[in-house]
């Protein structure tokens, strides 16, 4: 076994395998960029490097620092968490020479399963179904376009080297192509420095179950039955569950054979997932994950098997510590993820300091973050704050618990994704194992998550006070009940013996008034809700546009966000143009 392992990443995984290198009683060593000098990942770490700066390129990303890290430090192995360089098998090759062990897949088995058309090609010819489209990459839109014909519309234009939602586009006929094609290779060239994109057929809404694997070294292949990842936003995953709803013995021992037939068929060793589509009774081969998945939690609380550990194990050339007939599902659990994003802006990125931070706790909750009050979500990486995991004994129960603990969890300073959480568990359409796409899709329901913005009844009493007010916390006792109270403007003083007491010795600063949260439509400019890089401009100064028109595309935090003219009327001013850099509040657009 290692004495000393250093973990390529940060955030939640980072500290997520430092843990379980502790539990293993091997030296964690681990990584940081300029900007996460004072991340949990560091203080969890036994010693910890400066690899760069915050660009991820420079520091993450940074093959050659991070192999050079790991000789100073004396480490054996290299764990690559998920992301970054979890599935490059140039940096597995690198690993290889530098006489550090990869804990993850071979290289070649990297090779074969990154690239989602010769994955599609390997499973073809073993007899796995797939998903009705091309097995190559297209060479151009000509090209494209006679893939999508023959696959039949909708169509999925996707990045050969994409994954995790990334050099996805969608388009719904012939009109979409173009777009969607130029969209999923300049996501792919972003991302995973590979323009090619190929064509399949879309399937509008089925279900995404995927299935946990094992292999050692030894020949062993197992697999943990599956997870169910069918809510998402801009196909990425928001909510997971394991076992599936919709998966029966039957399925389960199919699918399960499916995934061990395809991890086999490419001499796969470490964890991984082989990810598909189900519609019906039918199931499709979508791609495999050569990689530890954020959503392995649910499939550790149902099963009772660490993943990570088993991860570690088999890299050190140890057999898998269970076999197939060993491994039992107990109970239902369900993780919801934690990011820093406001649903009702469509899921923009809401990034921020949190001011303060309390996580839930209680029977069969687990949090996996990366985060404490102080810390800042930053627009440079993912919006990940952590993950929340419930068990219980089945499917209902663990929806209570997890609304019991989503309603304990509190992230102060930032807009998060708990509200939609609450709600989306809440609802028929989640007891009824949906997708719940009706609501993913709807303008209205996600506007109805817009949380109470205490500032603007600030901004009135400031005003009415001649700009003076403050911010107050009591808390009041009404016949023997505890309640809490916020006080924005003049609030007047608290007499000694009355009952209430201020909760928090302290005032906020004053709140400067910026004139609303975002344009009206009688609002001549057109604000940027969030800070980022401008990817495309579709509109020119003097064009007329439609309400609900494409302005630009802005990239943060991993996602690009289409901005959309507020209000019909004539491009003024165009105040944004490809590759510049945009600050949340800046103007966009005039449109008169």
């Known amino acids: 076994m290692f004495e000393k392992v250093l973990v390529a990443n940060r955030g939640e995984i980072a500290v997520r395998v430092i843990r379980a290198l502790k539990e293993m009683r091997i030296g964690a060593v681990g990584v940081y ?52 360089l979890a599935e490059n098998a140039d940096f597995a090759r690198a690993c290889d020479e530098a006489g550090i062990v990869f804990i993850g897949p071979p290289p070649d088995a990297i090779d074969a399963m990154g690239s989602k058309t010769r994955a599609r090609e390997i499973m073809a010819e073993a007899g796995v179904p797939i998903v009705p489209g091309a097995t190559e990459a297209a060479a151009d839109l ?14 999925a234009a996707k990045a050969a080297g994409g994954g995790g939602g990334k050099g996805f586009r969608v388009a719904m006929s012939e009109d979409e192509l173009e777009e969607a094609f130029e969209g999923a290779a300049r996501e792919g060239e972003k991302f995973f420095s590979d323009p090619r994109v190929y064509i399949e057929r879309y399937l509008e809404d089925p279900r995404h179950v995927e299935v946990q694997v094992l292999a050692d070294s030894q020949s062993n292949v197992i697999h943990l039955g599956e997870r169910d990842c069918s809510i998402q936003r801009r196909h990425q995953k928001l909510i997971e569950e394991a076992p599936a709803p919709h998966v029966d013995e039957e399925m389960r021992a199919r699918i399960g054979k499916i995934a061990t037939d395809a991890a086999e068929a490419v001499g796969y060793r470490s964890a991984g997932t082989v990810e598909g589509l189900q ?15 954020v959503e392995h939690c649910v ?36 993780e919801c993820r934690i990011n820093a994003e406001a649903a009702h802006k469509k899921f923009a990125p809401a990034p921020g300091r949190i001011t303060s931070y309390r996580e839930p706790a209680g029977p069969g909750v687990r949090v ?25 004994t089945d499917r209902e129960l663990a929806t209570r618990r997890m609304l019991r603990a989503l309603g304990e969890y509190e992230v102060g300073g930032l807009t998060t994704l708990i509200p939609f959480h609450s709600a989306i ?30 500032a603007a009844p600030g901004r009135e009493a400031e005003e009415a006070a001649g700009g003076d007010a403050v911010e107050r916390d009591y808390k009041v006792e009404v016949s023997g009940r505890l309640f809490e109270v916020k006080v924005i403007g003049e609030a007047p003083p608290v007499a000694a013996g009355g009952g209430a007491s201020q909760a928090a010795g302290r005032r906020p600063p004053r709140r400067e008034r910026t004139g609303g949260s975002g344009p009206s439509a009688s609002s001549e400019t057109l604000p940027s809700p969030l800070q980022g890089t401008v990817l495309k401009v579709a509109v020119a100064q003097g064009d007329e546009v439609a309400e609900g028109d494409l302005i630009c595309v802005i990239e943060a935090m991993k996602m690009e966000n289409e901005i959309n003219a507020h209000r019909a009327g004539k491009v003024e001013e165009l105040a ?17």
């Not at 006679?146 to 169509?155: F, I, L, R, S, T």
């Not at 796409?437 to 303008?443: G, I, T, V």
């Not at 944004?576 to 800046?586: H, I, K, L, N, W």
């Open 33 to 84: 960029s300029e900007i996460d000098r004072e991340t949990p990942h560091v203080r969890e770490a036994d010693e910890a490097y400066l690899i760069g700066p915050a660009v991820a390129a420079e520091s993450y990303l940074a093959i050659p620092r991070i192999i050079e890290t790991a000789q100073k430090a004396g480490a054996e192995a290299i764990h690559p968490g998920y992301g970054f």
């Open 142 to 155: 000509g090209a494209a376009r006679k893939q999508a014909d023959e696959a039949g519309y909708p169509v």
């Open 425 to 454: 568990l809440d609802t028929d359409q989640w007891a009824r194992g949906e997708t719940c796409r009706d609501l993913l899709e709807d303008p209205k329901w996600l506007k109805s998550l817009t949380p109470s913005d205490p």
């Open 299 to 334: 499939t550790e609380m149902v099963t009772g098997i660490d993943i990570v550990r088993e991860q570690v194990r088999i890299a050190a050339g140890e057999p898998l510590s269970i076999t197939q007939d060993e491994v039992e599902l107990r109970g239902h659990s369900i």
């Open 368 to 392: 996996d973050s990366g985060v404490d009050a102080g810390s800042e979500v930053t627009p440079m990486y993912d919006p990940m704050v952590a993950k929340l995991i419930v068990w219980d």
């Open 576 to 592: 944004v143009s490809e590759g510049g850099s945009v600050s949340s509040g800046d103007t966009i657009a005039v449109i008169r």
């Open 279 to 293: 519609v019906g009774e039918d199931y499709f081969f979508l791609e495999m994950n050569t990689r530890v998945q």
